[in-house]
């Protein structure tokens, strides 16, 4: 799917890439927050102040929630379906020059996953529900862990 | 790719899930680790204390990797290309019960994406030396961002 910005802006830069093909992903989920799209979406989310969102489980993986209450925080994956994936240099708002894609967080990215860490609120049957989310309702969902141990 | 483990552990469980189908990722390069197979392969990387491992990214995105020297420590995004994708239900050895795929970071999930934080020792290139990867050489490689802060 196309980004709604047409146009590069200044320093920006994209490349020919050729379709992806190498793997194949499922949804799992999906994701339902309160914006419903992207110019309302938080830059990050807040795991602490932000509202709280959930994360919905197709019944079918229903099993794989066992035990999740346990954690106090989880790593949300999921798919930033809007994104363009052939920029490779951006202008953030917040830079005076041209960054590299891998050097960001944007969802402008050749694979555009994102990563979150969140807080669990509560669990209601397959439906999780958590803070620290920031993308769009609906979003699909690709995994959930166990947060990484820093 | 199906799993060397034929057999499920007492306690395990698998659902029969449709073929992924609803998203497709491309390759951006590969990994290169010390390890060849996975019962070599450490449980969790270290940042601190692991072996240099190479982060190989294709010259198509070269350009992606721009000011990627600034941050001390990336997060990394590869496939685990050797998983088995139906586990809801797994018997991890440190634990007496069985566990569900999404309160554990095990590979074998329905999308096998890894996630690990790893410290940039070196740019040379298109080449990222870092340590605190864990998985085995030649794995496919997913994504590059800047360290969430926590």
């Known amino acids: 799917m ?3 910005r047409d146009d590069l802006r200044p320093g920006e830069s994209a490349v020919e890439a050729p379709a992806p093909s190498d ?4 949804f799992i989920g999906r994701i339902e927050t309160p914006w419903t799209t992207r110019n309302e979406c938080p830059h990050h989310g ?3 102040a932000g509202p709280v969102c959930k994360v919905i489980v197709d019944d079918l993986w229903g099993d794989a929630l066992t035990g999740i209450e346990r954690h106090s925080h989880l790593q949300i994956l999921y798919w930033m379906f ?5 920029l490779v240099l951006l202008s953030p708002r917040a830079r005076p020059e041209p960054t590299g894609t891998f050097s960001l967080r944007a969802p402008t990215r050749p694979n555009p996953i994102a990563s979150s860490i969140v807080a669990l609120v509560e669990r209601q049957g ?3 529900l958590v803070r620290g989310l920031d993308c769009i309702a609906g979003t699909p969902l690709l995994d959930i862990k166990s947060s990484q141990a820093k």
């Not at 793997?23 to 499922?26: G, K, P």
């Not at 809007?82 to 052939?86: G, P």
Request: proline content about 11%.
């Open 46 to 48: 807040d795991p602490v």
């Open 82 to 86: 809007q994104a363009r994936r052939d």
């Open 126 to 128: 397959s439906v999780l």
């Open 23 to 26: 793997a194949v992903l499922r």
């Open 2 to 4: 196309s980004d709604p």
